[in-house]
């Protein structure tokens, strides 16, 4: 599904190297954005956020972008141009469902997983074509993994599906719904996820330190110091006790700010994806993920070839088993009814052979009484024609 495009000046891009800068220009950048994780976490929220906080001027109101808060049961993208200073970005935004709704949340991550695969497949087959304009790009340059709140650590769903994530995209891991989260228990949370994250090697985005100016240094570190980004989503502006008019949740105790450094890292994060790092995400996308991606199809089949289809959606997987189950019970109800029918057929052969034995046996005995009448017929010196 996609939702219109909506024309925005304004965002930022012009802060781009200039070099880089100048690629990007002259061909117009595509860049695209995921989100996963379990369901609930806030991901459509995010992205009604980001879009609402990110893409202003909007030049037709009624094409304003504001997706249904329900839960999300199919991927979804949704389109918008940004563009600043003669620089385009054609940006893409893809929904995904939470997972955690199936009996078996095992495999859960497949489809994402599988998503993220065949934007590399359908990249990797244009090229194959010896003519390559106007080839459609949607491999994923960012993925966001929203992560529950619980204050403690990762869970082993969490773990399983970052790491499938991580070896084919750049993972970003997000704490989902920030403003639940006591400051220090919020620090401790993002020390133990990191922790975790090394021990079991989970591979995530981390962007170059080391800039040519010092100020992208400094700005460098700060965003790698936030790292997994904590984030509030709201799309309603609320009153602050001291007259501001914000993004935020409102509580009893006060407000949770989207747009406030102290209480999430909204701002880190939007700026990191669509300013700072955007085409750092683009380029390494391209250097390693889908090169990875390319090497290990090149190595396992001929060129050309089709891919092996190994996806199985889970959703689909407790459809079909339903079905089994449903084409196995008619299957033994047909048999049983065809088991009857034979056996009503054994018996009335049964009882047509015993007929016809017993008239066999009266022809027999009628033959026998005829050839006795003859015997008797021919002592007498009768000839009798038969
Ligand atoms: N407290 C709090 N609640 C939030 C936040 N973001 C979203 N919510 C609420 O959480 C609920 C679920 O939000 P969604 O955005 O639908 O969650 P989702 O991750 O898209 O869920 P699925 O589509 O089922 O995967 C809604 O009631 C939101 O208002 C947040 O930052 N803080
Ligand atoms: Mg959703």
Redesign the pocket.
């Given at each position: 599904m996609e939702s219109p495009i909506v024309s925005t000046p304004g965002v930022g891009i012009a802060h781009l190297p200039n070099q880089k800068h100048k690629i990007f220009t002259k061909r117009g950048a595509h860049f695209t954005i995921m989100v996963c994780?379990e369901?609930?976490?806030?991901?459509?929220?995010?992205i009604n956020t980001l879009f609402t906080t990110s893409i202003k001027d909007y030049k037709n109101p009624k094409k304003r972008h504001e997706k249904q808060?329900?839960?999300?049961v199919e991927i979804e993208i949704t389109k918008a141009e940004l563009e600043e200073k003669m620089f385009k970005v054609n940006l893409s935004v893809i929904?995904t469902?939470?997972f955690g709704d199936y009996v078996n949340n095992y495999d859960s991550w497949l489809p994402v997983v599988d998503f993220i695969d065949e934007q590399h497949e359908c990249y990797m087959r244009q090229e194959q074509q010896p003519t390559r304009s106007g080839a459609t790009d949607m491999r994923v340059h960012a993925c966001l993994y929203?992560i529950r709140p619980t204050g403690h650590s990762l869970k082993p769903l969490e773990i399983e599906t970052m790491k499938r994530l991580g070896s084919r995209v750049n993972l970003i891991p997000v704490i989902?719904?920030?403003?639940?989260l006591a400051p220090e228990n919020l620090a401790k949370f993002k020390k133990n996820i990191m922790d975790v994250i090394e021990a079991q090697n989970i591979q995530i985005y981390k962007c170059p330190e080391e800039s040519e100016d010092e100020d992208a240094t400094t700005r460098n570190q700060t965003i790698l110091s936030a790292m997994p980004f904590s984030?509030?989503?709201?799309t309603e502006f609320v009153k602050t006790p001291d007259g501001r008019l914000v993004r935020g949740?409102a509580y009893t105790w006060g407000i949770a700010e989207v747009e406030n450094d102290v209480h999430c890292d909204f701002k880190k994060l939007r700026n990191l994806l669509i300013r700072s790092h955007m085409l750092d995400l683009i380029s390494t996308t391209e250097e390693n993920h889908y090169e990875n991606y390319r090497q290990q199809q090149m190595a396992t089949r001929k060129f050309g070839e089709p891919k092996v289809k190994k996806y199985e959606n889970p959703k689909h997987r407790e459809k079909e088993d339903e079905l089994r189950k449903v084409f196995t019970e008619q299957v033994r109800d047909e048999e049983t009814r065809f088991r009857q029918w034979e056996q009503q057929l054994i018996t009335e052969r049964d009882r047509l052979n015993k007929d016809l034995e017993t008239q066999h046996a009266q022809i027999k005995a009628l033959e026998a009484e005829l050839e006795q009448v003859y015997h008797h017929q021919s002592s007498r010196g009768n000839t009798i024609r038969r």
């Open positions: 994780g369901s609930g976490l806030g991901k459509t929220t995010f808060l329900d839960r999300t929904d469902p939470g929203f989902a719904k920030a403003d639940t984030v509030i989503g709201a949740r």
